[in-house]
C-alpha cells in the first residue's frame, strides 16, 4: 500500500473561504457590515468599553493591512522582521476569530456569493466519502496510508470530516479522533504548516470556539466576547494556534519536523491549490528535499498551475509528474 500525501494550498478551499488578496477584503467587510457606521478608523478603536465591536475592529485593522501589503501572511512577515511581537500576537487572534466567525455564521452577507458556494468545499467531501473506513469505532477511520500537509488556517478538511460523524460529536472528540492539533507528541497524519483557526491555550489547556453552535454572527459574537478580554491580559493565547512555518520558534520547528517526516515517507505526492509563493520558498525547499529521489510520483492539481515551480525546487527528470490544469471538481485520488 503506497503512502499518499496532499499537500494543500489554499486553492483547496476555493469554493468556502477567502483565499490570497480576498481574505483582507473579507476581513474589512465583515468589520464594516456589522458595525454602526462606515467611517472604519484604522488607528483608532472607538469600542473599548464594547468587547464584541472590538473583536471586529481588530478583524477590520488587520484586514486592511493586508490589502496594504498585499495578502495578511506579507503583514505579518512584516511584524516579525520588525520584532513587533505584540502586533504579531494581535493579528493571530484576528485571523482566528475571522476565519471561526466565517465558518460558523449563518448569516454573513459577504458569503452570499456564487464565489463562496459551499461552507465546506465538497471537494473535501467528496474525497472523504471515498476514503473513510468504518472499523468498528465510534468514528469513522483516515487510512493510515493518507496524510495531509497543509498551509492552510482553515479547517476545511476536518470540517468535512466531522460531517460524516454522529451529529452529536464534539470538537474535542473530532481532535482526539484525528489529531491534527499541534498539542499531541506523535506524528501527525494532517500536519497544518501555519496552524489553524478556533482554538486557544489557556489554564485548561486547549480549548475550541467552535462547539458554541452555529448562528449568527453577533450571537457567535455575543458568546465568544470573553477572548479578546482575555486575550489582553494574558489569560488565553492563540499565537500557539496561528503560527507561521516560517517563525524561528518551537512550534515552527516542531510542524516542519513533522512535515518533512511526511514528505520522506511518501509514495504519491498530490500537490492541490499552492502556487509556491516566495515567502516559503525555503520551507518547500526543505520539504522537497525530504522526498525519495527513487520511486516517486508527483500529480499537481492546479487551474493556474506553473511548471517551472517545481523544477526550482527538485530534479523533475528522474520523478513522474502529472499536470492535472482541467479535472478541479474533485481532489485527485490515486488507484494506488
Not at 512550534?251 to 509563493?277: C, E, M, V
Request: with cysteine; net charge negative.
Amino acid at each position: 500500500m503506497k503512502n499518499i500525501t496532499y499537500f494543500l494550498g489554499a486553492g483547496a478551499s476555493y469554493n468556502a473561504c477567502p483565499i490570497w488578496k480576498e481574505q483582507g477584503n473579507k476581513m474589512l467587510e465583515m468589520s464594516l457590515e456589522y458595525q454602526d457606521n462606515s467611517d472604519f478608523d484604522i488607528y483608532k478603536n472607538p469600542y473599548d468599553e464594547d468587547n464584541e465591536k472590538f473583536i471586529l475592529w481588530e478583524i477590520g485593522y488587520f484586514g486592511k493591512k493586508a490589502i496594504e501589503f498585499n495578502t495578511i501572511d506579507t503583514y505579518a512577515k512584516k511584524l516579525l522582521l520588525n520584532r513587533s511581537i505584540d502586533e504579531l500576537d494581535r493579528l493571530k487572534f484576528a485571523v482566528s476569530m475571522f476565519f471561526t466567525l466565517w465558518q460558523l455564521s449563518t448569516d454573513l452577507k459577504i458569503r452570499d456569493h456564487e464565489r463562496y458556494k459551499d461552507v465546506i468545499d465538497r471537494r473535501y467531501i467528496d474525497l472523504l466519502a471515498k476514503l473513510l473506513e468504518n472499523k468498528g469505532e465510534s468514528n469513522p477511520t483516515i487510512p493510515t496510508n493518507i496524510n495531509i500537509v497543509t498551509w492552510n488556517y482553515d479547517l476545511q478538511f476536518e470540517f468535512a470530516y466531522k460531517s460524516f460523524c454522529d451529529n452529536d460529536r464534539s470538537w474535542r472528540d473530532i481532535k482526539n479522533t484525528l489529531k491534527f492539533t499541534t498539542h499531541y507528541k506523535d506524528s501527525q497524519q494532517i500536519c497544518h504548516l501555519n496552524g489553524y483557526h478556533g482554538f486557544y491555550l489557556g489554564d485548561r489547556g486547549e480549548t475550541d470556539l467552535l462547539d458554541r453552535g452555529k448562528g449568527t454572527l453577533n450571537e457567535i459574537l455575543k458568546a465568544e466576547a470573553f477572548t479578546i478580554s482575555s486575550v489582553f491580559n494574558g489569560k488565553i493565547h492563540f499565537y500557539d494556534h496561528i503560527n507561521y512555518a516560517w517563525e524561528n520558534n518551537d512550534l515552527s520547528t516542531l510542524l516542519r519536523k513533522r512535515a518533512k517526516n511526511i514528505f520522506s515517507q511518501t509514495d504519491i505526492l498530490i500537490i492541490i491549490g499552492y502556487s509556491f509563493p516566495p515567502f516559503n520558498k525555503e520551507i518547500d525547499k526543505e520539504l522537497f528535499d525530504a522526498l525519495r529521489k527513487d520511486n516517486v510520483e508527483i500529480i499537481y492539481q492546479d487551474p493556474n498551475l506553473d511548471e517551472n515551480f517545481l523544477n526550482l525546487l527538485i530534479d523533475t527528470s528522474k520523478i513522474k509528474i502529472t499536470y492535472l490544469k482541467e479535472r478541479n471538481d474533485h481532489f485527485h485520488l490515486p488507484y494506488s
